[in-house]
């Protein structure tokens, strides 16, 4: 074939054998789509710094599901990106996370036992350390969308990273990860309400955070309180994903996809889920249309009935849904 546009086949750590967006160029492939904006994944080798080194491969066929071959965590973040792109298209219609077709990038291999991942709005980019040992890399589906969801909340709403605000944002990765999870249907990574529980980043196997009940993680807020502008944001935030879940799946206990749940509420009452569709593009048209950088949770309760009347009608069950479920997590 001629220099171009190809579909090739990973095999990754966590997401298993995946069909991903690469380019021919002469005898060689690369991690870089353009059906996707032009993303590409580069290797820093354990560096700290610079672009990293494009992944390229004399065949269309990428790494082989271990972490000691260094392409599988360049397949799994490449994947990510490529779900996330397209979860925020097929979903909401948006290009990118700026909404102007332009891709941004993925760098993996960051420092040595480096565990964390992170967006940086300064180079466009997302990066992924390998973790503990530098055998559990941060490049879970749910952690990428998460990550480049900081990308679109910057680009959007621009919530202030800390006190409530730094909650909501916090959140909204949280869900839109999620949402990148379910859209994706990936049958290596069953998709759930919890955070991260692919990459044992505690050493416990279990995952960082539970959208269901977040203080299960054994600090996060399951209800607003006045502590909630004063703990750190990966804690404030379990207040909206409390809120996420209840909205899309209702109180009580449940099992979804083999995860089972058990979603408690501030004031005792029994919700039904209007379903996670919904509550997606709830968030979704809040989180473009009314949230500001200073929004706390009182103004998010304000913000996301808005945009449920926008969407679905002020006489509508899911205005009556989003007003029940905030007061469920005590914002009034
Ligand atoms: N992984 C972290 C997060 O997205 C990176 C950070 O500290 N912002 O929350
Ligand atoms: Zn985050």
């Known amino acids: 074939s001629f220099d171009g546009i190809e579909t090739g086949t990973g095999t990754g750590q966590y997401n298993g054998q995946v069909t ?7 005898s060689s492939y690369q991690l870089l789509d353009n059906t996707r904006g032009g993303h590409r994944t580069t290797d820093l080798n354990q560096g700290t710094s610079g672009t990293g080194t494009l992944f390229t491969n004399s065949s269309d066929t990428w790494g082989d599901g271990t972490q000691s071959n260094r392409q599988t965590a360049g397949v799994d973040a490449h994947y990510g990106a490529q779900e996330t792109w397209d979860f925020y298209k097929q979903t909401f219609g948006r290009s990118g996370i700026r909404n102007d077709g332009v891709a941004s990038s993925s760098r993996v291999h960051y420092g040595d036992n480096y565990v964390n991942a992170f967006w940086d709005d300064s180079c466009f980019c997302m990066t992924y350390g390998d973790g503990q040992g530098n055998n559990n890399p941060l490049t879970a589906l749910d952690v990428a969308g998460h990550e480049m969801s900081h990308g679109v909340t910057s680009a959007t709403a621009g919530l202030e990273y800390a006190g409530e605000s730094g909650g909501l944002n916090e959140a909204t990765s949280d869900i839109m990860g999620t949402g990148v999870e379910f859209f994706a249907n990936n049958p290596k990574t069953p998709a759930n309400y919890l955070i991260g529980e692919q990459i044992n980043i505690n050493g416990d196997g279990k995952p960082l955070r539970y ?33 996420f879940y209840l909205l899309s799946e209702g109180s009580g206990a449940k099992t979804i996809n083999g995860f089972s749940y058990d979603s408690p509420t501030y004031d005792g009452s029994t919700l039904t889920g209007i379903g996670r569709d919904k509550a997606l593009a709830i968030w979704y048209k809040a989180l473009t249309t009314y949230f500001t950088s ?26 009556q849904a989003v007003a029940a479920t905030w007061t469920a997590v005590n914002v009034n």
């Open 20 to 26: 991903i967006g690469t380019t021919r160029s002469g």
């Open 211 to 243: 959208m269901d009940q977040p203080s299960k993680d054994g600090t996060s807020l399951d209800y607003w309180s006045a502590d909630a502008g004063n703990v750190d944001v990966h804690y404030s935030s379990g207040i909206a994903n409390h809120f």
């Open 294 to 319: 200073t929004t706390n949770y009182s103004a998010a309760r304000q913000a996301t009935l808005q945009a449920a009347g926008d969407l679905y009608g002020t006489n509508g069950s899911e205005y």
